[in-house]
């Protein structure tokens, strides 16, 4: 282990401390009515799927990382060969935690999965890294699913498999972190075909702290404690972060520090962006690059999981053009693009109904718009470093989206525009990247060692 697993616990930081928070959360979730009841899963139900632990060799995993850092480096950002200063240093073990949640929105108790990954041979105190993935356009390309790698034949493959979750796992658990990973609800192998609750705040906070809490105390059975809590997430993960480093700034419990890369703050103002790019992006950017094709089925997974979980039970006739209706309740059901589907993608900017964003159109949209805005993370004090990545030639998310999120947040937070990089490339050099192309700033992981 490094130096940083043998110093001195942070004691507001330990699993007590998490579970004393919940208690005095508890104490006070009566008075709240009407409120998202957060509490942190109760004590004792974290379990360990059994078959125990998968062990990956550093070696294997610094080759699956060099050969999905080539497909992550688009624009080629990055120097093209994976340096050796990026190795990981330990080998890893994987485990699959499930615990229970309660899903706020609807008072759903169900069952979540997650990953916890420990550097082999911990002893002690580790710092602790909780990573919340983006956008998966399937229901199983989630981080447990990462011990199929158990099979040593088995081949990761980009869109299938949790790549960016591997990249988290080499970067930070083979180099001595724990990190525990979240497949959200609706995801995974006890989905039990359950919709997603994508984008829904309650509903993925109440995941997170979840599966954070089982982790935390699988370490424990383990005979490892945590030094520091770091949090780190990507796209819809980087969205996903800021509410959960939000409520546990709320209920006192210490993050050392936080990192988000391409983070969605303002909903509505990055699903508008999503519908009319054209209306965010002065002429002087008019090369600045288009959202792709998968911002649809983004959109349609948005509005799917506002109508299953806010209970806005007629949003796809209310805010989806007639002639697309058919195909966002195909997409919903089952999110297959194969075949000739593929090519019937509608097109983002008239995807909603005429007017939807410059007027009244329907009850149940103005409903939409509200939980959108309700549901932002752009104005918060944060009372811990945290820093946005952001990509200045991101397809899914301009700069000047993620800026007002910088300027409100204290003196803790700080923008890191990364050069050239497109959404993938943001992410991939928030953990391999250059001062260079970071502006100067560190990557996440060496950010975080200066502080662990």
């Not at 059994?50 to 062990?55: A, I, K, L, T, W």
């Not at 996903?240 to 988000?260: C, D, H, M, S």
């Not at 297959?336 to 007027?359: C, N, W």
């Not at 937070?413 to 928030?430: D, I, N, Y």
């Amino acid at each position: 282990m490094t130096a940083r697993a043998t110093k001195p616990e942070h004691p507001e930081t330990g699993l007590d401390s998490l579970a004393a928070s919940r208690r005095d959360f508890l104490k006070s979730a009566s008075a709240a009515a009407g409120s998202l009841a957060l509490s942190i899963t109760a004590p004792g139900i974290a379990l360990a799927v059994p078959g125990g632990s998968v062990r990956i060799s550093k070696e294997r995993l610094n080759t699956l990382a060099a050969k999905f850092y080539a497909v992550f480096n688009e624009g080629n950002i990055l120097p093209a060969s994976f340096a050796d200063k990026y190795a990981a240093r330990h080998d890893v073990e994987l485990r699959r935690i499930v615990t229970f949640t309660r899903i706020p929105e609807t008072g759903e108790r169900i069952k979540v999965s997650g990953l916890l990954a420990v550097p082999a041979g911990a002893r002690g105190a580790v710092p602790v890294l909780s990573w919340q993935h983006g956008t998966i356009l399937s229901f199983d390309q989630v981080p447990s699913n990462l011990l199929r790698l158990a099979d040593e034949t088995y081949e990761l493959r980009d869109n299938v498999d949790s790549i960016e979750t591997l990249f988290n796992i080499q970067r930070f658990a083979g180099n001595g972190y724990a990190v525990v990973a979240a497949d959200y609800v609706g995801k995974g192998p006890y989905r039990n075909g359950r919709s997603e609750a994508y984008a829904v705040k309650g509903a993925t906070v109440q995941c997170c702290l979840g599966i954070l809490k089982a982790g935390l105390l699988e370490l424990r059975k383990l005979g490892l404690r945590q030094s520091s809590l770091f949090l780190n997430g990507w796209s819809q993960g980087a969205l996903n972060t800021q509410w959960l480093k939000q409520e546990l700034q709320r209920r006192g419990i210490k993050v050392r520090a936080a990192a988000t890369e391409s983070p969605f703050n303002n909903l509505a103002e990055s699903f508008h962006y999503w519908a009319n790019p054209r209306a965010y992006l002065p002429a002087s950017e008019s090369s600045y690059p288009m959202p792709p094709a998968w911002i649809t089925p983004c959109m349609i997974v948005l509005l799917g999981s506002y109508r299953r979980y806010y209970g806005l039970n007629d949003l796809f006739k209310t805010a989806i053009k007639p002639q697309y209706q058919a195909f966002a309740e195909k997409y919903w059901s089952d999110y297959s693009l194969e075949g000739e589907i593929a090519k019937s993608i509608p097109p983002a900017g008239d995807f909603l109904s005429d007017g939807f964003f410059e007027r009244f159109t329907n009850d149940t949209n103005s409903k939409l718009m509200r939980r959108l805005g309700d549901n932002g993370t752009t104005f918060w004090d944060y009372d811990s470093p945290i820093k946005f990545y952001y990509g200045l030639a991101d397809e899914a998310l301009p700069p000047r989206l993620v800026q007002p999120a910088v300027a409100a947040g204290g003196h803790f937070a700080g923008g890191v525009p990364v050069k050239g990089a497109s959404h993938r490339g943001t992410f991939l050099a928030s953990l391999y990247g250059e001062s260079t192309v970071l502006n100067g700033s560190p990557t996440a992981f060496d950010w975080f060692n200066t502080l662990a």
